[in-house]
């Protein structure tokens, strides 16, 4: 079946929530509430991947005026201002059922394309070590350790330019 993404519609966060707690530790997991808000408030950089009618990965964060993700970022969500410079991802994750199969990348790439239509300078985001390589392969730099402390990981920021002003 072939796979297609668009925008989180309200119906699918039954879907996206058991993605959610299967990709991520209790206290790294965003809540139903907070995946409802961001449905709600930045549907244009919230993306599902479907086969069908099935939610099968996702990727979520909203437009932000600064180079690295802050821990507010992950507490409360806020519209997409126009005049952020940065996209940012705060979950991307794909149902352990089709991990492997190049979802992840594809929802990247989607959402490069959307922060490009948007005007925006680069995609920035935190992850934790193990996940340094897939995001190199997808066109991310390291920019070394954040100072996150979100579920009381060390996370490190990793940036991909989307325009030639970085």
Request: with cysteine; glycine share 6%; hydrophobic share 45%.
């Amino acid at each position: 079946m072939p796979l297609t993404i668009t925008p989180a519609q309200p119906q699918d966060l039954d879907q996206i929530m058991a993605i959610e707690q299967a990709g991520f530790s209790p206290a790294e997991a965003a809540t139903e509430a907070s995946m409802a808000e961001r449905i709600r408030l930045i549907s244009d950089t919230f993306l599902v991947a479907r086969q069908g009618a099935t939610v099968v990965g996702y990727v979520v964060g909203p437009a932000f005026n600064h180079r690295y993700l802050t821990d507010e970022l992950f507490a409360q969500s806020t519209p997409n201002a126009k005049e952020d410079a940065y996209q940012t991802v705060l979950s991307l994750a794909v149902s352990p059922a089709h991990q492997g199969a190049g979802i992840a990348s594809q929802l990247l790439t989607a959402l490069a394309q959307v922060a490009r239509q948007q005007h925006r300078q680069a995609i920035t985001l935190t992850c934790l070590k193990r996940l340094i390589p897939f995001y190199e392969r997808n066109g991310y730099v390291n920019e070394g350790v954040s100072a996150s402390a979100h579920a009381g990981e060390t996370w490190y920021n990793l940036v991909l330019p989307l325009t030639d002003e970085l």
